[in-house]
């Protein structure tokens, strides 16, 4: 059972639309994750978080999602503010930034350096796709969405976006390689 639905059974009767505090909670740190994909910068990642979440508590009332369709309505939005940030900032910088270690496990400075060295790779790497391919490897691996989510977010089939989200991971597979054995 997702976050969402043990805080909606908890808060809501059945079939009621989930509170919006719920809804943030549930899904605010995978938003993150994919703001951050799309945008390189944790800071202006944490704002353009910040824009999703108002958009969407203006429209919550109006749009009135379903609770299954709730996930793909926020990274539908999400992308549109990532879209938006873009144009306000007219230039695209690299998609991942370096992410704080793990606080549950202490790492090494030979690891946490080895972690930003293929980081770096990863992200050098990355900022030679087309904005597409950044976008659909944002939208899998950063906000972890199913094939369907992402084609809901895209405007695309379910089949459409597995397809295209795969080529986009083999094309940076393809220059990842090509990096390490230059």
Request: glycine share 4%; with cysteine; hydrophobic share 40%.
């Amino acid at each position: 059972m997702t976050q969402i639905a043990l805080l909606d059974s908890e808060c809501e009767p059945p079939g009621a639309q989930p509170a919006f505090d719920a809804i943030y909670v549930a899904h605010a740190d995978a938003v993150f994750r994919f703001c951050v994909s799309q945008i390189g910068e944790a800071e202006a990642a944490a704002d353009v978080t910040h824009d999703v979440f108002i958009r969407a508590f203006t429209a919550y009332d109006r749009v009135s999602p379903q609770v299954d369709t709730i996930r793909t309505w926020l990274f539908t939005i999400a992308r549109n503010c990532s879209i938006d940030h873009h144009r306000r900032r007219s230039r695209w910088r690299r998609m991942f930034t370096s992410l704080q270690a793990s606080v549950l496990s202490p790492l090494s400075i030979e690891m946490v350096a080895d972690r930003r060295n293929e980081l770096r790779r990863a992200n050098a790497a990355i900022g030679l796709l087309r904005p597409r391919d950044r976008e659909l490897i944002g939208l899998r691996i950063a906000a972890e969405l199913s094939y369907r989510q992402i084609g809901s977010v895209l405007g695309i089939s379910e089949q459409a976006a597995k397809i295209a989200t795969r080529r986009a991971l083999r094309k940076l597979r393809s220059k990842l390689e090509d990096e390490s054995h230059d």
